[in-house]
């Protein structure tokens, strides 16, 4: 059996990424899909911490999809954000609390839908990263990789490494 994801229109709502931005990401999510001629209704693997699967729905896209995303590093990166965002809210059952500054060796704060309001408590770092095709190893060799850069953060909380590769498609969410 398999949960439904909408990719585009990409549901963040409970969350604190703004539905203009959400739609950012699913629509780079999307983009990368169907690079890897993947069509709406695929099927996404989720490894690691729990093993699920996940149906990627998603709009018809046009020639201005793949044009504004024509940057395949950048529409990687930002569909990797939608793709594990989504997953790892799933998993968890946190939300995402903000985007981390740059510098911190990870990218996203998640944390539980009730917060006590004390600092920290109930956060959890959240490192992305995404990968359009791997080549073959690619995926485990930057799980590890993740999980060292998120390392050097381990005094502020909790973390949590997602990789996302679209070529499958498929996510590893590890607890480094």
């Not at 995402?96 to 006590?116: H, L, Q, T």
Request: aromatic fraction near 6%; hydrophobic fraction near 40%; charged fraction near 20%.
């Amino acid at each position: 059996m398999f949960k439904q994801i909408s990719v585009l229109p990409i549901d963040l709502a409970t969350s604190a990424v703004t539905p203009a931005f959400a739609t950012v990401l699913g629509e780079a999510a999307a983009v990368c899909l169907e690079k890897n001629d993947h069509i709406s209704g695929v099927l996404l693997s989720a490894n690691g911490i729990s093993s699920e699967t996940y149906k990627l729905e998603w709009d018809q896209l046009y020639p201005a999809h793949h044009s504004t995303y024509s940057d395949l590093q950048d529409a990687t990166e930002l569909g990797a954000y939608g793709i594990a965002l989504l997953v790892v809210m799933d998993l968890t059952g946190k939300t995402v609390i903000e985007r981390s500054a740059k510098g911190g060796g990870f990218d996203w704060w998640i944390g539980d839908i009730d917060p006590s309001g004390l600092p920290f408590q109930g956060k959890t770092r959240l490192e992305v990263s995404g990968i359009l095709k791997d080549g073959g190893g690619s995926l485990a060799a930057r799980v590890r990789e993740k999980k060292k850069q998120i390392d050097p953060s381990n005094s502020l909380g909790p973390g949590i490494v997602a990789v996302v590769e679209f070529g499958q498609p498929q996510i590893r969410v590890e607890i480094p």
